[in-house]
């Protein structure tokens, strides 16, 4: 555990000065805000077995909650934050009663319907901005930093980042996230032995909810704009795609697969033109414009060769060389 610790502290002070070693920082928070999004997104998928296909109702409600708090009604950012944070929570815990006696592809299309009638209030709503979405957020101050200044604001989100994380490795290694896993690999058992597995189960659905809010909130401030983009079923497929790429069931794979997906969405088109350049050859040109469908080969190439995701491979593998060599 001690190791785990110092690697964790050795990540955080690589990324503390990632910036200052020339990474651009709104590139950076938006990877942070989908990291702590694919997080929140694995405990509910990689911990307790169940697949929602809605999850991005969470991540545009807490955006369009916090940016309703900062710029219409002059909130303090960190209020704005909670706001959204707490908007998600009671949203998860509504979804979750409406959901949560469903399970496999029941629940997950309860959970689509569930949040596709968001999105359409969310198109039909003055407050939202309709297709303009909500613009002109302002960041604010917190801890005494002018969150105006892209640097100062990369340090806030990356706190938050942290503070989500540690809160999913909390539950995760708690008595509560044994019982999520035991849920998962054995429900009738668990029944069996007395537990009340709805309960587990609500739980762990509003804290996804809570933190793929936090996700939303944060990104608000990124961007400074909520658009309708955040609550598609396009985006809960996102989150999904980032999962399994980095490996479910793990800590550190969503984080992983949200780093290559938002890679691929920023750079498939800076690589085309670079193609096209060296190569001569125009149709890489249309690279930018076909993301979708690199990311869907790369999910195929994933699912092929890495069944378990990255992450999960490769954990895999190192344990069954210490099974070997046990031996």
């Not at 000065?17 to 942070?32: D, E, H, N, R, S």
């Not at 290694?173 to 009738?188: C, D, M, T, V, Y």
């Not at 400074?224 to 795609?241: C, F, H, K, N, R």
């Not at 033109?273 to 990311?295: K, N």
Request: proline share 2%; charged share 10%.
């Amino acid at each position: 555990m001690n190791r785990q610790l110092l690697l964790y502290i050795v990540l955080a002070v690589i990324i503390a000065f990632l910036p200052a070693m020339g990474g651009y920082p709104i590139f950076l928070m938006k990877v942070m805000c989908y990291a702590l999004f694919a997080c929140a997104f694995n405990l509910l998928l990689g911990y307790t077995g169940l697949l929602s296909f809605g999850h991005a109702a969470f991540l545009g409600l807490a955006a369009y909650a916090c940016g309703q708090s900062l710029a219409v009604w002059g909130w303090p950012t960190a209020g704005g934050l909670l706001f959204g944070t707490a908007s998600a929570a009671l949203l998860g815990l509504i979804f979750g009663l409406l959901s949560i006696r469903r399970s496999g592809i029941y629940f997950a299309m309860i959970t689509l319907a569930l949040s596709q009638m968001l999105f359409f209030y969310f198109l039909q709503a003055k407050f939202t901005g309709g297709e303009d979405g909500l613009q002109g957020i302002p960041r604010g101050s917190m801890f005494g930093l002018d969150l105006s200044e892209d640097i100062n604001l990369y340090y806030v989100v990356m706190g938050v980042f942290f503070i989500g994380y540690a809160i999913i490795w909390r539950a995760v290694h708690s008595p509560f996230g044994q019982a999520l896993k035991a849920i998962r690999e054995n429900e009738p058992r668990m029944i069996s032995l007395g537990y009340n597995v709805d309960r587990f189960k609500l739980l762990a659905f509003v804290l996804s909810a809570a933190l793929a809010g936090l996700a939303g909130a944060t990104k608000s401030l990124v961007f400074v704009s909520a658009t309708l983009s955040d609550a598609t079923w396009q985006m809960s497929g996102m989150v999904i795609l980032m999962t399994l790429i980095g490996g479910m069931g793990t800590l550190t794979g969503p984080v992983l697969g949200a780093i290559i997906v938002v890679m691929l969405e920023n750079k498939v088109g800076e690589f085309g033109r670079f193609l096209v350049q060296e190569t001569g050859i125009e149709w890489f040109r249309i690279l930018g414009e076909s993301v979708t469908i690199v990311i869907g080969l790369i999910f195929i190439l994933c699912v092929m060769a890495f069944r378990r995701g990255i992450v999960g491979e490769f954990l895999h593998y190192r344990r069954m060389r210490r099974s070997t060599s046990a031996r």
